[in-house]
């Protein structure tokens, strides 16, 4: 025997649940008149399959623009890998014109002492490095790539094969090892041929130099050194 209020209440809960069914569905939530239920159900699968072709039409949509996304960000990587390093261009008039003051610095300094020819052997590595990948294009981008210079060349990891190259072209094209005395008029006559002979004071060969200098001597004071004994005169 069926219970008549838990039948009443099931009913009323049953048509509770159908009024909030009406009212999600949009083509129906503004209908006062009374409706049936199976109108309702029948309404209720209507918008349940268009909200499902609504969503995956959405999915479509999301996925189209992900590849196109992901075409664009190739586009920018191809085209950031066709761009220099260092930002602007480097041209080689002024490369050559930046060597060509580097080696009116070196003849200039040579003349005054002969052992700056043998320091230049040692730092035109990284000189060649400094032309090739500091950028001037602005005075950020200059404090950027000067930094990205320093970590990337002026390591000891870097410095130690690099100084070894150099002092090994230094003992096989000069005296040094078999007859020293004649290295002062080798070294002086090395930077003359360098320079082509056109020694000038110039002060943007001495920046260029001493950014290469200063950088060197603040990796050798971070580190202790013991002078060799045929550097430790005048």
């Given amino acids: 025997m069926v219970c008549f209020p838990l039948l009443c209440f099931h009913v009323s809960a049953l048509q509770i649940s159908f009024d909030d069914l009406q009212a999600l569905i949009p083509s129906m939530a503004s209908h006062s008149n009374k409706v049936s239920k199976a109108i309702v159900l029948q309404k209720g699968v209507e918008h349940m399959r268009h ?3 609504c969503r995956h039409s959405a999915e479509e949509e999301v996925d189209a623009l992900k590849k196109e996304i992901a075409s664009l960000n190739e586009s920018i990587t191809q085209c ?3 761009l220099p390093v260092t930002g602007a261009p480097v041209t080689r008039t002024r490369l ?3 060597e060509q003051l580097f080696a009116q ?3 200039i300094r040579t003349q005054q002492t002969y052992k700056f ?4 052997m040692i730092v035109k590595s990284l000189f060649d490095a400094y032309n090739n990948t500091v950028s001037t294009s602005s005075v950020d981008e200059m404090c950027r790539s000067v930094l990205s210079w320093f970590d990337q060349h002026c390591s000891l990891r870097v ?4 100084v070894l190259t150099s002092l090994r072209h230094i003992s096989t094209s000069t005296s040094i090892l078999t007859d020293p005395s004649r290295l002062p008029e080798e070294a002086t006559q090395a930077a003359i041929s360098l320079s082509g002979g056109a020694s000038q004071s110039n002060s943007e060969a001495a920046a ?3 950014a290469v200098l200063a950088a060197t001597f603040h990796q050798q004071q971070q580190q202790p ?3 060799h004994p045929f550097f430790a005169d005048g």
């Avoid at 410095?159 to 690099?162: G, K, Q, S, Y």
């Fill in 51 to 53: 909200l499902q072709q």
């Fill in 80 to 82: 950031q890998e066709q």
């Fill in 96 to 98: 050559d014109q930046t």
């Fill in 105 to 107: 610095y070196v003849e």
């Fill in 117 to 120: 020819w043998i320091f230049s």
């Fill in 159 to 162: 410095l130690r094969p690099a």
């Fill in 208 to 210: 260029a130099a001493a």
């Fill in 225 to 227: 050194t013991q002078t």
